[in-house]
Structures are given as C-alpha cells and as structure tokens.
C-alpha cells in the first residue's frame, strides 16, 4: 500500500496494523480517508466500521474497504460510509481512481 500511495505526492499514509489503534488514530488525526481491512488481528473491519459511524469525529469518512475477503460486510456493503469494496490482489487504477475521488485529486 506504501508504494501505491507514493502514486500520490501529497497524500500521507498513517498505517495501522491493530484496529484499536486504527480508531484512536482515525479519531485523532481525523483522515480525509480510510483505507480499511476487513481482517485485523484484534477486531474484524466490520467492528472497526461500526465504532468509526458511532463517533461523531468519524462518522463522516469515507471509507475503502481493501481486502482479501470478498464477503460484503454486514454493516451494509457499500452502505455504511463504504465508498469501494476492493478484493485483493486488487487493480492499482481502480484504487488510486477511489482515492483520487474521494480526495478531490480529479
């Protein structure tokens, strides 16, 4: 994802690997965008999801789902503040595509 990201000078990529620090740091720094796996080692993307829509400093971003798991979420697929559900291995041009969109880089 690091090299992906550098795609885009410009754009900072705070990572994550356990999802409660991925809400502490979501609800801190407040990204513009959350690129989100479905599959952390202490909680599931759809835990981490519905945390993020519960607290008013994040309920409002948008979120891309990047994952090996091509199951859509139960907390309502592209619902839920979910813009993209990509599975991997994913397109590169269709992710930067979602990121440039959600970041008003077009």
Same mark, same amino acid.
């Given at each position: ?13 705070? =990572? *994550? !690997?356990?999802? %409660? ?5 979501? $609800? ?6 959350? &690129? ?29 789902? =990047? *994952? !090996?798991?091509? %199951? ?5 697929? $592209? ?6 559900? &990509? ?20």
């Amino acid at each position: 994802m690091r090299n992906v990201i550098r795609k885009r000078p410009g754009v900072r990529l705070l =990572v *994550s !690997g356990i999802g %409660a620090d991925a809400v502490e740091t979501a $609800t801190s720094e407040r990204p513009d965008l959350i &690129l989100l796996d479905r599959h952390l080692p202490d909680m599931t993307g759809d835990e981490i999801l519905q945390i993020l829509r519960a607290r008013p400093e994040t309920e409002h971003i948008p979120v891309v789902i =990047v *994952s !090996g798991d091509t %199951a859509r979420p139960r907390t309502g697929g $592209t619902g839920f503040g979910v813009v993209a559900y &990509l599975t991997k291995p994913f397109d590169i041009r269709e992710l930067l595509s979602h990121i440039d969109d959600a970041l008003g880089l077009t």
